[in-house]
C-alpha cells in the first residue's frame, strides 16, 4: 500500500472572536473618523468663502453674517440653522475626539512592549503630530466661540457688527492674538493634510499612484484652506481691512 509522504500546510487558527469583534470595531471607527473628518472640512471651506466676503467691505459681510441668521426661514425660526449647525459640529468633532482617542488606545496595547532601541519611524511631520495638532485646534475652536460667537473675549463685542468685531479682534495692537490664529490655522492645516490623506486610505484607496495622488491632492486643499483663513487677519494687520 502506497504511503502518502506529502506535507500538507497547516490551516491558520482561526481569529478569536474578541478580535474579530475588536477588528471590526476599529474599521467602523476608522470609517466613522473618515465621515466627521469630511464633515468638518466641507464646513471649514465653506466658513472659509464667508470668510473672504470681507474684503467686499463691512456691508457685504454685515449682510453675510445676517443671512447666515435667516438661513431656514419662515420654515425655522431664526438663527435656528445655525443653532442645528453648531449642534451637528459638535457631535461630529467630540465623535471625531473619542473615536481618535479609543484607536490610539487601541494601538498602544496592540504594542506593549517597549523597546530599549525604537528604529525611527518613518512618515511625516503631520503624521507624527496629530495628536498635538488636534489638542491645539480644540483649544482654537474654544477661543475663536467665546471671541466671535459669544463675543465673550472680542474686544469690540457688538452683535451685528461682524466686520468691526473682526477688524478690531486682529488690530496690529493685538498681534497675540493674530499669532495665536496663525499658528492654529498652520496646525488645523497640517492636521487636515494627513486626515485626507488618512480618509482616503480608509476608504480603500491604496495603491501607489492613488496615495501619491491623494497625497499631492491633500497638500494643495491645506494650503488652500491655510493661506485663505489667513488672509483676513493678515490684511486687518497691514490696513487692507480697517
Known amino acids: 500500500m502506497a504511503v502518502d509522504t506529502s506535507t500538507r500546510k497547516s490551516a491558520a487558527p482561526a481569529p478569536a472572536p474578541g478580535k474579530t469583534a475588536r477588528r ?7 470609517l466613522f473618523m473618515a465621515v466627521t473628518g469630511l464633515l468638518l472640512v466641507a464646513f471649514l471651506y465653506v466658513h472659509m468663502i464667508g470668510n473672504l466676503k470681507i474684503f467686499f467691505g463691512a456691508e457685504t459681510f ?3 453674517a445676517h443671512w447666515l441668521r435667516t438661513i431656514g426661514t419662515p420654515l425655522l425660526p431664526e438663527a435656528w440653522y445655525l443653532y442645528i449647525q453648531r449642534a451637528v459640529l459638535t457631535v461630529a468633532v467630540v465623535g471625531h475626539i473619542v473615536a481618535a482617542t479609543i484607536l490610539a488606545r487601541r494601538a498602544r496595547l496592540a504594542r506593549p512592549v517597549k523597546y530599549a532601541h525604537r528604529p525611527k519611524v518613518q512618515g511625516s511631520y503631520a503624521a507624527r503630530t496629530m495628536r498635538w495638532g488636534g489638542v491645539i485646534v480644540l483649544l482654537f475652536v474654544i477661543y475663536h466661540i467665546l471671541d466671535l ?14 466686520y468691526r468685531n473682526v477688524a478690531e479682534d486682529f488690530a496690529p495692537g493685538r498681534w497675540y492674538v493674530t499669532l495665536f490664529y496663525t499658528l492654529s490655522i498652520v496646525a488645523v492645516g497640517f492636521h487636515l493634510r494627513h486626515g485626507l490623506w488618512s480618509a482616503v486610505r480608509t476608504f480603500g484607496l491604496q495603491s501607489p499612484r ?5 497625497r499631492a491632492t491633500a497638500l494643495v486643499l491645506s494650503l488652500v484652506l491655510v493661506v485663505g483663513y489667513l488672509s483676513v487677519p493678515f490684511a486687518v494687520l497691514v490696513g487692507l481691512v480697517d
Do not use: I, Q
Open 149 to 162: 460667537t459669544t463675543l465673550t473675549l472680542n474686544p469690540h463685542g457688538v452683535s451685528g457688527e461682524v
Open 24 to 30: 471590526r470595531s476599529s474599521v467602523a471607527l476608522k
Open 210 to 214: 492613488g496615495e501619491l495622488y491623494a
Open 62 to 64: 454685515d449682510h453675510y
